[in-house]
């Protein structure tokens, strides 16, 4: 594969969230509401699509806990189904959830539903209680180390090397803006800030191709790859190659994320993946 430029992900390509942002999602709906989903359900939801930010995902994710309590029948397979199906993302969980129950039960759910708390609960949990306030500027009310300092690095030292030294190299994450600075600076990958897109730099989010498009415009690349750990990831590849036929767009899945195995490796490509490795570690020699 020949390529001008590689855009890389964040999350379940750098750097391994399992502990932490996936942690807090669960955890978060756990402290709010005394019950909560299991780790494992939360793939469902980013195979759902639509739900690059996982604050929106705990959102949804605490919206089918409210509607078990009301009477929804669906499991969480079928609810994040039911989902995909409405189009995805927190506004396809609000209509599933207004579809299954009656227009009490579904006014009860919205009423108990408070997605400021969860925000507030999932960040000191991630976070921590003092970068909470740093970051937030706000005081926490939980005293907690924070989940984002159990984040195992996945990309090796000399693959960031690699890459910087061999191709132009940009970002696109769903994380804000500090946060990608944390985990950016712990893999040691050093880029200009024009050439990286986080949540407070596009509304959209992926799978909308803008930022993609943008990169390629400012890294002067036809040719480009994008690697990421979800489906939304590998979309964002294919609605760039539509939006911007000029130029060649690919879509990498590695198998670091929350989609693994060889299942992981058929999902990718069913969804028109164009190339899937074991990590992002494997990317150099196939570039070469």
Excluded at 13 to 27: C, F, G, K, N, Q
Excluded at 106 to 122: G, I, K, N, Q, S
Excluded at 195 to 216: C, N, Q, S, V, Y
Excluded at 222 to 244: H, K, Q, S
């Amino acid at each position: 594969m020949h390529v001008d430029a590689v855009v890389l992900d964040i999350d379940g390509v750098l750097v391994d969230v399992a502990d932490s942002y996936r942690r807090a999602i669960v955890e978060s709906i756990e402290s709010v509401y005394g019950e909560t989903i299991p780790k494992a359900g939360v793939q469902l939801f980013k195979d759902a699509g639509g739900f690059n930010n996982d604050w929106t995902l705990t959102d949804a994710a605490a919206l089918f806990v409210l509607a078990r309590d009301a009477g929804l029948s669906m499991d969480l397979d079928d609810f994040t189904d039911e989902i995909r199906k409405h189009g995805g993302g927190l506004a396809g969980a609000e209509a599933v959830v207004a579809n299954a129950l009656p227009r009490p039960e579904t006014d009860a759910v919205m009423e108990r539903w408070r997605p400021d708390e969860l925000r507030e609960t999932f960040q000191q949990l991630y976070l921590g209680s003092e970068l909470y306030a740093e970051l937030e500027d706000a005081e926490p009310t939980m005293d907690t180390r924070g989940y984002i300092n159990d984040e195992p690095i996945l990309v090796d030292s000399e693959t960031v090397d690699t890459l910087l030294e061999n191709w132009a190299v940009g970002v696109v994450t769903g994380r804000p803006a500090a946060e990608a600075d944390i985990a950016m600076d712990r893999v040691g990958l050093v880029i200009p800030p024009e050439h990286r897109f986080t949540m407070d730099d596009w509304a959209e989010g992926k799978p909308h191709p803008r930022a993609l498009i943008a990169l390629a415009d400012r890294l002067d690349a036809d040719r480009l790859v994008f690697v990421g750990d979800t489906l939304d990831d590998i979309e964002t590849a294919l609605n760039a190659r539509e939006a911007d036929p000029e130029r060649t767009y690919y879509g990498c899945g590695v198998l670091t994320g929350g989609i693994t195995g060889e299942a992981g490796r058929e999902k990718y490509e069913a969804h028109g993946a164009d190339l899937v490795l074991e990590s992002v570690n494997d990317l150099p020699s196939v570039l070469e």
